[in-house]
Nanobody, 123 residues
Framework: QVQLVESGGGLVQTGGSLRLSCVASGRTFSSSNMGWFRQAPGKEREFVAAITWGYFRTYYADSVKGRFTISRDNARNTVYLQMNSLKPEDTAVYYC????????????????WGQGTQVTVSS
């Protein structure tokens, strides 16, 4: 069982930066692959980034490559999403998720989800 709590969302201007955090509770965090997803109003939830439990391999959606960085600190049971050069189209609720599966870009692979944190980018 893993419980996830996101924080760090807010309102930022175009070109600005935010860092999202996701704190996990539960014994399986260090062996869980972690992902960030987002959902804008009227749109489906979409993959943003993921990081594996071992070797810390990272994966990104094309839309955020070069601007967002996912990282994790297993000692703190925390995964981060550093978001730079933000654009209005990045506006969404961002969700942290955990999985023991290896198909990391599919939301259906994830078993545990946080409540989400709102990110709004003004133009």
């Amino acid at each position: 069982q893993v419980q996830l709590v996101e924080s760090g969302g807010g309102l930022v201007q175009t070109g600005g930066s935010l860092r999202l955090s996701c704190v996990a509770s539960g014994r399986t965090f260090s062996s869980s692959n972690m992902g960030w997803f987002r959902q804008a109003p009227g749109k489906e939830r979409e993959f943003v980034a993921a990081i594996t439990w071992g070797y810390f391999r990272t994966y990104y959606a094309d839309s955020v490559k070069g601007r967002f960085t996912i990282s994790r600190d297993n000692a703190r049971n925390t995964v981060y999403l550093q978001m730079n050069s933000l654009k209005p189209e990045d506006t969404a609720v961002y969700y942290c998720a955990a999985t023991l599966r290896s198909s990391l870009s599919s939301s259906s692979s994830y078993d545990y989800w946080g409540q989400g944190t709102q990110v709004t980018v003004s133009s």
